[in-house]
């Protein structure tokens, strides 16, 4: 049990369309990653927020974006939905130290 | 560029045998390194880190060992029960780069049979 969640757990979206998906943790980690693993791949980075800024963003289009909140929960933003965007988006939490927790992922499936 | 590889993508091991899972990788500004284990629906786990300064670190029945001079790690797991069953993602990530990304291999499936 990380005390890392996730929500939704799962939904469904057109292409175009508009999405937010949200992490929080129990235990204040001040560092949140978010991961997008496609089926049968392992998790790639997206980008990383410590102290509401974002500090490192892996291969991703604009359209990906996110956010901090002070108390260290976190929203991935996206836009302009495309049927390559349907994955497990995983999150990530820390706080100092190199292990990062995972929460349960959100799976989206994009038609 | 695949930098962290998981070469086998499924193993079969016996249950009370040893099951060796191994990863390499090639970028040599990796300085931790992680394994995660994923059951399905789930997030990943952490199960163990090694730290490029070490080349050998061990927690209950899993050991992971590093050989920097190779760019290889490999996870042991001994004896393997049946609940190890599940996906084994090696995980690689480069301090130097101020955010801590984790570049992550494809994962190896692992079955334990009775």
């Known amino acids: 049990e990380t005390g890392v969640t996730q929500s939704p757990t799962h939904l469904i979206k057109t292409r175009g369309q508009q999405v937010t998906l949200r992490c929080s943790s129990q235990?204040?980690?001040?560092?949140v990653s978010w991961y997008q693993q496609a089926l049968g791949q392992g998790p790639q980075f997206i980008f990383q927020?410590?102290?509401?800024?974002?500090?490192g963003r892996g291969n991703f289009p604009p359209r990906f974006s996110g956010l901090q909140f002070p108390n260290y929960s976190s929203e991935l933003n996206v836009n302009a939905l495309e049927l390559d965007d349907s994955a497990l988006y995983l999150c990530?939490?820390?706080?100092?130290?190199?292990?990062?927790?995972f929460g349960p992922g959100t799976r989206l499936l994009v038609l | 560029d695949q930098q962290v590889k998981q070469n086998s993508p499924s193993l079969s091991v016996q249950e009370g045998r040893i099951s060796i899972l191994n990863c390499d990788y090639t970028?040599?500004?990796?300085?931790?390194f992680l394994w995660y284990k994923k059951y399905p629906a789930e997030g990943p786990t952490f199960l163990i880190s090694?730290?490029?300064?070490?080349d050998k670190n061990e927690d209950g029945r899993f050991t992971v060992f590093l050989n920097k001079s190779a760019k290889h790690l490999s996870l042991h797991i001994v004896p393997s029960q049946p609940g190890d069953s599940a996906v084994y993602f090696c995980?690689?990530?480069?301090?130097?780069?101020?955010?801590?990304?984790?570049?992550f291999g494809q994962g190896t499936r692992l079955t334990i049979n009775p």
């Open positions: 990530a939490m820390r706080q100092g130290g190199e292990t990062q927790y």
């Open positions: 235990s204040g980690h001040n560092t």
């Open positions: 927020y410590y102290r509401e800024e974002e500090n």
């Open positions: 970028n040599s500004m990796f300085d931790y």
């Open positions: 090694i730290s490029s300064i070490k």
């Open positions: 995980a690689a990530s480069d301090g130097n780069q101020g955010a801590q990304k984790l570049v």
